[in-house]
């Protein structure tokens, strides 16, 4: 899997980088990344502010990763970048803890028609651990 970096101004990349420039991006401090293979990518350097008080990545956290690494995947096979994509629908599996260092949710579309898409996602740390899993169904709303 590659990277899509350093495209130029005006590309599908950096506009589908605005597209996450949302107020829970700024809140959480996570980053979203597209592929060039299809796959979307949210990543968090894990924070004090992130952690529950067990001293680990607060479950909310670990479900809004896999969402947006899903929802990314999803944007990225759609043609028409004014298309809305939502979560209707979203599971999340907790396999490990994980306190420190980044954490990154890798998601690719499964399937779905026009309106209806299927992905799935695994959020893992720095070093390779499988931390959660998810699979999400998001509603394709075309634009006009």
Do not use: W
């Not at 506009?15 to 829970?24: E, N, P, T, V």
């Not at 759609?78 to 907790?94: G, H, R």
């Amino acid at each position: 899997m590659t990277v899509v970096a350093g495209a130029a101004a005006g590309t599908r990349q950096d506009d589908l980088l605005l597209i996450d420039q949302s107020g829970a991006r700024e809140l959480v401090g996570y980053h979203s990344q597209m592929t060039d293979d299809n796959t979307g990518i949210c990543s968090l350097e894990i924070g004090p502010q992130h952690l529950n008080r067990l001293g680990l990545l607060h479950g909310g956290f670990v479900s809004l990763l896999l969402d947006n690494g899903c929802g990314v995947a999803v944007r990225s096979v759609l043609d028409n970048l004014e298309t809305q994509a939502v979560t209707i629908a979203l599971s999340v599996n907790f396999i490990l803890g994980v306190g420190s260092g980044k954490v990154s949710a890798i998601g690719r579309v499964t399937g779905g028609g026009r309106s209806l898409k299927f992905a799935e996602a695994e959020l893992r740390d720095d070093a390779g651990r499988l931390v959660a899993t998810g699979s999400a169904t998001f509603r394709i709303f075309e634009a006009k």
